[in-house]
């Protein structure tokens, strides 16, 4: 491998949102003990009834977080299972659309880090001590992009096999810089990363949910199955927009979409959301620790309303700061990760974004009284 291949990996490397495979390693964490118990908010009936558009009230309750027992593709760091209770909060019924997202950046002028200049400075803070600086070529704004393979792939965890950087993509060009979402107006956004998510947050009025906030949702109701409909795998391609064939040469298209799908195309869970299984990766508030559902079960006791690890801690990948992503999205395999099972969770670095992540937002009661 030449000088200029091995930068580019690194590149890639560095923005990659995921990495589907199974971590081993039990050091280093922070257990994220919660130092106060948020008490609940008395929500009235009408509020309730009347949630802001395009949401719904998620009512409080206590549920099993982590992987089923049944689950035999769940990754380590999907377990053990450990109980916690959750605060009623309203989430948004779909992910954040184009349309929405276009109204945010029209009302606010905001550009996506995707679309800003990229500081080596601030890039190599996250890159091994000595890293040499990329071409300015290659530095330019951009964003991952999926591309197919030719053949079969043997080694499913090297990544940089169906990841591009493509300069000039991003929300506004999701499928490459010719691209535009004419006509994808109800597609999720994607492209964006967590500050970008956070900007919108803070114009809608709206916050991230934590990552046990996101799973109660989407299990809906269900807490003890596999996937949000239940346990029956067969089922996927009428649930879920994923990946169906041979991963990443051939889809088969069986779910009727190769990347992203309107929202609202499947059908909804137990609370009324819709795609909370593939589509897109959705960014939590939460760091990723693969460490922090082991420390949370040895407390022998109910956490209420968690927050996520104090810090990130994620061997294979220790110089980025990740948060948790959850959803899976419309790249996940059976293959690879089968990411649309309920407890599946990666991390995502926060200045990373790609073509199949994106997001949606809760909101407190307390936010929405003026």
């Known amino acids: 491998m030449n000088l200029n291949s091995r930068i580019f990996n690194l590149i890639v490397i560095l923005f990659l949102v995921y990495a589907c495979k199974e971590n081993k390693s039990d050091k280093d964490s922070v257990v994220d003990q919660p130092k106060e118990v948020i008490a609940h908010t008395l929500v009235s009936d009408s509020l309730i009834n009347n949630p802001p558009d395009g949401m719904l009230w998620i009512p409080s309750g206590t549920f099993m977080q982590g992987a089923v027992p049944q689950d035999q593709t769940a990754m380590q760091h999907e377990r053990p299972q450990h109980p ?64 197919k393979t030719k053949t079969s792939v043997p080694n499913l965890f090297d990544f940089s096999q169906w990841w591009r950087w493509s300069i000039g993509t991003n929300w506004r060009h999701p499928n490459g810089p010719d691209s535009n979402i004419e006509g994808k107006e109800n597609h999720p956004v994607v492209h964006v990363c967590y500050e970008d998510a956070l900007a919108y947050c803070k114009w809608a009025g709206r916050r991230l949910p934590t990552e046990a906030e996101w799973e109660y949702a989407a299990r809906g109701n269900k807490n003890s199955t596999i996937y949000l409909w239940g346990d029956d795998r067969s089922q996927l391609s009428q649930r879920a927009n994923s990946w169906e ?12 979409y190769e990347r992203t ?60 700061q990740e948060k948790v992503i ?45």
């Open 245 to 256: 064939g041979e991963f990443p040469v051939n889809n088969t298209l069986e779910d009727g």
């Open 326 to 370: 959850k959803g899976g999205s419309f790249l996940c395999s059976d293959s690879y990760c089968a990411s649309y099972r309920v407890s599946s969770r990666m991390g995502t670095s926060m200045d990373s974004s790609s073509e199949h992540v994106g997001f949606r937002t809760v909101a407190d009661p307390e936010m929405l009284i003026d």
């Open 261 to 320: 799908a309107p929202v609202k195309t499947y059908p909804l869970n137990g609370f009324g959301l819709y795609d909370m299984a593939g589509n897109v990766w959705e960014i939590t508030s939460d760091w990723y620790n693969i460490n922090y559902y082991k420390e949370l079960a040895a407390l022998e006791t109910t956490i209420t309303n968690p927050k996520g690890a104090e810090k990130a801690y994620n061997p294979n990948n220790p110089y980025a």
């Open 84 to 147: 916690v209770t959750v605060d009623g909060f309203f989430m948004d019924i779909t992910e954040v659309t184009n349309a929405q997202f276009k109204t945010f950046v029209e009302e606010t002028g905001y550009i996506t880090i995707a679309e800003r200049k990229i500081s080596w400075e601030d890039m190599k803070k996250q890159l091994p001590e000595g890293t040499p600086k990329p071409h300015d070529t290659i530095l330019q704004p951009g964003s991952l992009l999926f591309k």
